[in-house]
């Protein structure tokens, strides 16, 4: 009852019921005073006997300057997977006059990324903050200064423990990002991950342009491994102005881009696989399974012309029909890929040395996924229930239930071999989820097929978020936009934000030479985080 009443202000909406999309008029954001707004995020987030919520989490926290008072606008975003829903509150800050408001990840650590990004951008230090380190390094920082090649790294004056440093600069064709271990000979005591070493200004951009091809084509190059989900994500911002239900041919999109999405996480999981079997020295897996990525891939490019997705994704329409040929190409090449990789499978589980590799090695348990609010694969592989398709869908999913880990069934708890079985699994998913799109869009093709189109507006004065399960797991993005229905601020949330902690919790007790094939089986985003 209690919560209930604490929870009373704050305003519902079910993305599930428009297309994955929400939408609040900005003049109906409950702004509550802190204290009550802090009260609310507590009763939704920690559960009665202390633990953390494994239902409800924090999909979006930002601020915006409020430019009549010169103070600050906050806007939270917060998920119930059991009811379906998104609660949305804020509250506004002067803190010049009000003094900084108490830190809610001293409570509830998920919330470190977004309380670090505010302090960032705004020089809002949270009282008792447990962590006010950068998060990234923007060029729109408040503290002009600060600098990443200073970055604050926690250090200890040992005689026992040093220092090990990988980083920024890689040896791979990768993003750039530090890694500072604290060691105790060969065994991990704690491990540091810096970011924010290059930017774009990917948020920014978007909001300084009206043009939505542009927007959308800065949406698929967030990130170059999930430009499906970006892009999917920010095509229902953009369609937001408009019910799903009333522009013809939506259903049929979002089945198709619904089938891109799950092609795009089939082909990165594959990938993945082999690269941990490169990690492995199983040379055997790494080329069976870089064979099979491409051949999804080049699907894709059968589908679209690239093999990555860009272009597919557009506002109201497409500029490339998955027709009835294109689809059985796709429905041949993909029932060839799994069968093959369910093989690799069988010998990657059956071969002793590549077993001792994974098993035991770098865990996470469910407690520590809950803790710092991992998203995705990286939750589900520690038995946490989160995926945004279950209550959030944008499609229709029949039958479909996350994939997870049992702990007593599968003999693993979180480690290496349950992030591995995980990719495995889930590819079994996409492939049959791909398989009952085509089916379902093979009754439904007619001449009318909705083309792009980039000239509508948004609702305005409104907040507007979009969320999608993306293959690394959920992807947020959110807007506001001005009395004109232009976007006036953007925010975008790659799971890799919520998942970095992981990784390294993960390495903690173990070997320096286990974290490369722990990195990789995770295999988080720099450009998604940085921005």
Not at 80 to 97: C, P, Q, T
Not at 356 to 383: D, H, K, N, S
Request: aromatic share 10%; hydrophobic share 45%; charged share 20%.
């Amino acid at each position: 009852m209690m919560e209930n009443k604490i929870l009373d202000r704050w305003l519902a909406c079910r993305p599930a019921q428009t297309g994955g999309v929400g939408r609040v008029a900005l003049a109906d954001v409950p702004m509550l005073p802190y204290p009550a707004f802090a009260e609310g995020m507590r009763a939704l987030l920690i559960e009665a006997d202390g633990s953390f919520s494994e239902a409800n989490r924090c999909v979006a926290y930002f601020a915006v300057r409020d430019e009549q008072s010169g103070g600050l606008a906050f806007y939270a975003l917060v998920a119930r997977d059991a009811e379906a829903d998104v609660l949305v509150a804020g509250h506004v800050l002067d803190y010049y006059h009000e003094g900084f408001p108490e830190s809610l990840a001293k409570d509830i650590p998920a919330l470190h990324v977004f309380e670090r990004e505010i302090a960032e951008l705004y020089g809002v230090h949270f009282s008792g903050a447990p962590w006010d380190k950068p998060l990234r390094y923007p060029f729109n920082r408040h503290h002009r200064d600060d600098s990443i090649d200073t970055y604050p790294f926690y250090s200890i004056d040992s005689r026992e423990l040093h220092e090990v440093h990988v980083g920024p600069v890689h040896a791979g064709i990768i993003e750039p990002g530090a890694f500072r271990f604290l060691c105790d000979g060969e065994r991990i005591v704690h491990l540091e991950i810096a970011l924010g070493y290059q930017h774009r200004g990917v948020e920014s951009l978007i909001a300084a342009t009206p043009n939505r091809l542009r927007q959308i084509l800065l949406g698929e190059s967030i990130a170059g491994d999930t430009v499906v989900g970006h892009a999917t994500a920010m095509a229902g911002i953009l369609e937001s102005g408009v019910a799903p239900d009333v522009w013809e041919g939506s259903e049929v999109i979002r089945c198709e881009r619904a089938i891109a999405l799950e092609m795009e996480r089939m082909a990165v999981h594959i990938g993945d696989t082999a690269a941990l079997c490169m990690d492995l020295a199983y040379q055997t897996g790494h080329v069976a399974c870089e064979a099979l990525r491409t051949l999804v891939i080049n699907s894709m490019q059968q589908w679209c012309g690239n093999r990555f997705g860009k272009g597919l994704v557009r506002p109201f329409g497409a500029n490339y029909r998955l027709t009835l040929e294109r689809a059985k190409y796709i429905e041949t090449t993909l029932t060839e890929v799994i069968e093959r990789y369910r093989t690799v499978g069988r010998d990657l589980f059956s071969t002793p040395s590549v077993l001792a590799r994974l098993e035991g090695i770098c865990p996470v348990t469910r407690q520590q996924a809950l803790r710092v609010g991992a998203v995705g694969p990286a939750a589900r592989m520690a038995g946490v229930r989160r995926d945004v398709r279950i209550a959030h869908n944008f499609y229709p999913l029949a039958d479909f239930e996350p994939v997870m880990i049992d702990a007593e069934a599968d003999g693993v708890n979180g480690d290496l071999l349950a992030r591995l079985k995980m990719r495995l699994r889930e590819a079994e998913v996409s492939y049959a989820m791909i398989m009952a799109g085509c089916k379902s869009l093979a009754g439904r093709w007619f001449e009318g097929y909705p083309a792009p189109e980039y000239s509508k507006t948004l609702t305005p004065a409104s907040l507007v978020f979009s969320l999608v399960e993306g293959w690394r797991g959920e992807i947020c993005h959110a807007a506001l936009t001005d009395p004109d229905g232009q976007v006036a601020a953007y925010k975008v949330y790659d799971p890799s934000v919520h998942n970095w902690m992981i990784l390294a919790l993960s390495v903690r007790g173990a070997q320096i030479s286990d974290f490369p094939v722990s990195n990789k089986s995770f295999n988080l985003s720099y450009c998604g985080h940085d921005l």
